[in-house]
């Protein structure tokens, strides 16, 4: 379950900046640290993650660097910018207004 | 500066896009070999824990694309994808690329060109001071029925008195000028004949307008005692003066007086005709006599609105004037009883409304027809390249894409015709303007940025229209059945080809109306050139002159100057006659009536008066260009200078002010009291192709004091154009200084006078016979597809025994029945859409069945010739050949 598809639109990007919050990263380890953190209910497929951080990269919030990975070999690594800092704060705001939202009315039911 | 963050980047990904697609196939291949490292250090062997990682990422093609999406430009390199694809899918076809590229921009360039001049002369406003607010001002004469007459000079002088509605009003006419000097001080050289416009001082003004270089005229100098002052045309000055700014207060001569060049007109000025010279001020060369006549309309009134006041106010307020003036001078009958006002626009391009409209509107369905045509090849192409689409469709090539890829073909197209179509129409518009000069605001004809857009507009609008009615038939496209039908087929593709026959329908339509059009005018050109003048065209030949009064003051210096050339002509050998007639020959003009009453009978009610037509004439001028004598005789000899006392009369004349009587021996009292008794009934003739005769009345050559010129008239045998140069010789040895005009003989006469009939009529037919030549490559195209297809079809008939004429019939009936509804279909199109131009047409009917039955005939033996080679080629199919090969 949980491929990101079928997550709330824009969701994808919130996580990435999130995850990227604390240090830079490449692809893969951006894709296991959502699964690592979510209890390995989130799934990150390739085709969403890759597409979501070149359009994130070409909206400027977040910028890439090639640096050595822990293997020894090189990978893009990539970590957010000012802009990118203030945006994850917005959609965090967001989406907790939002998931309260939905919240109140679930639990009502 | 999160902007200068996306600009940076936005400049890396437009240069820096291969390096960035490298480092992308980098980046995925660093994953994948996580995944695999990963796998491995799961367990897995090495092959093994490979295969696992690339099940898991999927199509690393696809991701890659996806990923390339999101990137800026990308819709511009998609884009630059479409075309290159396009283009190369068009230069495997060069023979269809050309064409249809040759094909929509003939269709393009005619409407560029004929929009541009719609534009620039009908639509673009004058350029002057608020051209909405200047109008052209008209008497209502009822005395002659004309509700919009020209201005007598004193109603204008009433209306410039008496009115409130204008903030300033303006009066121009016409006159005839022998120029010589060029400027330089030394007279006497180069003499010329030129037309010259007259104006009020404060015409320019009330235009808004100035002179391109020099000065207007002032009020002081449009008087009659001032000295002469003339301003120069553009084209005057560049012709004759060298376009030399030195020239402006230098003396020329006109009529042998001098005249201080004050100025040049801009280019584009030409008022009150396009074809003007110069000009000179209205009141310093108009008679007083004239400028005070109540009843002489002979002049142009413009007038500049006062802001708030309407057309309708200034009209009510002109009327009350004039009517005023009606009734003040209850003695003269030609005074006009009220007032007309049009736009000044309006009164100047009025009259090219209709056929520019009208071969604007043909020029729509040329380019409507090459679309079609376009459109059709477009579909036999998406036919051969089924199979490719149906295979690109099973791999996965999206229907937009292929739609994308498909519109871009034929934006494409019509592009490459654009271009072609500019260069067309550029093309044209030369031609045009150099072949049209004294069409009105011919020197305004540009291309400007609103052509550029809507040759743009028309470009996309091909490109849309030919390109979805072809993907219209690739829509439809089931890839099972493509795939399969085209392995092996009998009876393929019916539905494409109704398409195409749909398609062939419609263009054979469109044509059938402009091939009705262009033969009605055609037709009627030909009634036109064809119509009876009342004298002799062949072979006669007719000149001008002006006698300028220095050297002309006395009515016998004329009178012997005429004598002399009369004679010295007709003794030149092969000369068989030769005559005078001022102020025009027949079919050249109206040149002036005059009012006149009978004496013999009882007088009409005071206010009322007959008027007719004036000739001056020389005793021989009737034999000379063959207007019968049809009673009494021709002026006698006597006719001379001050003695005039004959008169000659039309039979219109005299049918209608003489029923039931003998003229001859009657007499006629003119307006300058004369008194004129009839000797000769004469032959009626027109003084316009298009018109039918009026009553005429014919003066002898030497009877008129202010007479300033004739035209000569000369009859020979053999190519009477040869006789131009000796008689101009005689002119010379005579006066050295005597310019001749308007050498023509009485054919050319006649078809300067219908040069506009001609012009529509040949635009017309040359639209038309192209929109032909596209039906008939289209029926041909049509139906070679359809034997084509049916090849295996046809074999099977002849092996069932069918003979050869019965596969040619059907296929002939296939290829014939969208043309004969195409026909049907045009001909009740036509009969609506004629009636448009039916105030173009003379003396023929907007249904002309001659002209219905010849377009009919001629679009079926056209479209069966174009069927013919495909039938004929159905009938040669080798039914064993035809079996085997599907």
């Not at chain 2, 002026?635 to 001050?642: C, K, L, M, T, V």
């Not at chain 2, 004129?676 to 014919?698: A, N």
Request: with cysteine; aromatic share 8%.
């Amino acid at each position: 379950m949980g491929k990101p598809s079928d997550l709330v639109q824009g969701t994808l990007d919130l996580l990435i900046l999130k995850t990227l919050s604390t240090e830079a990263r490449h692809g893969w380890a951006i894709a296991k640290r959502i699964q690592q953190l979510s209890g390995e209910v989130l799934q990150v497929q390739q085709g969403s993650l890759y597409p979501a951080l070149h359009r994130l990269e070409q909206q400027g919030w977040i910028k890439a660097k090639w640096m050595e990975s822990e293997t020894g070999r090189q990978a893009k690594f990539y970590s957010l910018t000012t802009a990118g800092r203030s945006q994850l704060e917005k959609e965090t705001a967001s989406w907790e207004r939002l998931s309260g939202a939905i919240n109140l009315i679930v639990q009502e039911g | 500066m999160r902007w200068l963050a996306r600009l940076a980047m936005r400049v890396e990904m437009l240069f820096r896009r291969s390096r960035a697609a490298g480092r992308l196939d980098e980046e995925l291949g660093f994953h994948l070999e996580q995944q695999i490292a990963e796998n491995v250090a799961a367990g897995m062997s090495g092959e093994e824990a490979r295969h696992a990682a690339m099940r898991a990422f999927g199509n690393r093609a696809a991701l890659r694309d996806q990923a390339r999406e999101t990137w800026s430009w990308s819709e511009v390199e998609s884009m630059v994808r479409d075309v290159r694809i396009a283009v190369r899918t068009l230069l495997r076809t060069p023979g269809f690329a050309l064409t249809a590229i040759l094909v929509i921009g003939l269709g393009i360039g005619a409407n560029i060109a004929l929009f541009a001049v719609v534009h620039s002369v009908l639509l673009q406003p004058l350029p002057v001071r608020d051209p909405d607010r200047l109008v052209r001002l008209y008497e209502h004469s009822s005395f002659g029925n004309f509700p919009y007459n020209q201005s007598a000079a004193g109603v204008f002088a009433e209306w410039k008195k008496q009115s409130r509605s204008f903030s300033d009003m303006a009066l121009a006419g016409y006159a005839g000028y022998n120029l010589s000097g060029t400027g330089s001080g030394t007279g006497g050289q180069l003499p010329e004949n030129v037309r010259a416009g007259v104006l009020s001082w404060n015409m320019l003004p009330t235009l808004g307008i100035e002179p391109a270089l020099g000065r207007n005229f002032t009020a002081a100098e449009d008087l009659p005692s001032a000295n002469g002052t003339v301003l120069l045309s553009w084209g005057l000055w560049k012709r004759r003066f060298g376009g030399n700014p030195v020239v402006l207060n230098e003396t020329i001569l006109l009529n042998g007086k001098p005249y201080t060049i004050i100025g040049v007109m801009p280019e584009w000025f030409g008022y009150p005709e396009q074809a003007m010279q110069l000009w000179t001020p209205l009141y310093h060369e108009k008679p007083a006599s004239l400028m005070e006549a109540l009843d002489d309309h002979e002049f142009k009134a413009i007038g500049r609105l006062k802001p708030g006041v309407t057309q309708a106010e200034a009209v009510t307020e002109l009327s009350v004037i004039t009517a005023r003036i009606r009734k003040e001078h209850p003695d003269l009958a030609f005074v006009s009883n009220g007032a007309n006002i049009r736009p000044l626009l309006d009164s100047i391009v009025g009259d090219l409304k209709t056929p520019l409209y009208v071969l604007l509107a043909a020029t729509g369905c040329v380019l409507l027809i090459a679309c079609l045509n376009v459109a059709n090849l477009l579909v036999a192409r998406t036919t051969a390249r089924r199979r490719e689409l149906a295979i690109r469709t099973a791999m996965g090539g999206s229907r937009m894409r292929l739609l994308r890829e498909h519109l871009m073909e034929s934006l494409i197209l019509s592009a490459a015709g654009g271009a072609v179509g500019l260069v067309l129409a550029w093309g044209i518009l030369a031609w045009l303007v150099s072949t049209r000069q004294e069409m009105a605001r011919v020197t305004a004809i540009h291309v400007d940025w609103v052509v550029g857009g809507f040759t743009l507009a028309l470009i996309v609008l091909s490109a849309v229209f030919a390109g979805l009615i072809s993907s219209f038939s690739a829509k439809s496209e089931q890839v099972l059945g493509a795939l399969q039908e085209s392995s092996r087929s009998y009876s393929a593709g019916q539905s494409r080809a109704r398409l195409r026959k749909l398609l062939l329908v419609l263009e054979v339509a469109l044509t059938v109306v402009l091939l009705v059009g262009a033969g009605l005018l055609l037709k009627s050109y030909d009634r036109l050139r064809s119509a009876d003048l009342g004298c002799m065209t062949r072979g006669v030949l007719t000149m001008g002159f002006d006698l300028p009064k220095t050297h002309y003051a006395q009515p016998a210096q004329r009178a012997n100057f005429f004598d002399t050339l009369l004679d010295r002509v007709r003794h030149l050998p092969g000369v068989r006659a030769a005559g005078l007639v001022f102020p025009v020959v027949p079919g050249d003009g109206y040149g002036g009536d005059n009012g006149f009453a009978i004496v013999e009978h009882p007088p009409l009610p005071q206010g009322q008066g007959v008027f007719a037509i004036h000739r001056w004439v020389d005793p021989e001028y009737f034999s000379a260009i063959g207007i019968p004598l049809l009673r009494g005789r021709t002026f006698g000899d006597n006719q001379r200078p001050g003695h005039a006392t004959e008169i000659i009369i039309s039979k219109l004349f005299a049918r209608q002010y003489f029923p039931n009587e003998d003229p001859i021996g009657k007499h006629l009292k003119t307006n300058g009291s004369h008194l004129y008794e009839v000797v000769g009934i004469v032959g009626d003739t027109r003084f316009e192709v298009g018109e039918p005769p009026r009553p005429m009345m014919y003066f002898a050559l030497d009877a008129d004091d202010d007479m300033d010129g004739a035209s000569l008239v000369i009859r020979a045998g053999g190519d009477v154009t040869h006789y131009a140069m000796p008689v101009q010789q005689i002119v010379q040895q005579l006066d050295r200084d005597l310019p001749v005009s308007d050498i023509l003989t009485m054919d050319q006469v006649i078809g300067r006078n219908t040069a506009d009939a001609n012009f529509d009529a040949t635009l017309l037919l040359i639209f038309a016979a192209s929109s032909l030549l596209l039906a008939a490559v289209g029926l041909f195209g049509v139906l070679s597809y359809v034997v084509a297809q049916r090849t295996g079809e046809i074999g099977i008939r002849m092996a069932l025994g069918a003979r050869r004429e019965q596969v040619a019939g059907l296929m002939l009936g296939d290829g014939l029945r969208p043309a004969l509804y195409g026909l049907v279909l045009g001909l009740g199109a036509s009969a609506v859409v004629t009636r448009l131009i039916e105030s173009m047409l003379y003396q023929t009917r907007a249904l002309d069945p001659a002209v219905l039955v010849t377009v009919s005939l001629i679009l079926l033996v056209v479209a069966a010739v174009a069927c013919l080679l495909p039938a004929w080629r159905a009938s040669r199919v080798d039914p064993m050949q035809a079996l085997r090969t599907e």
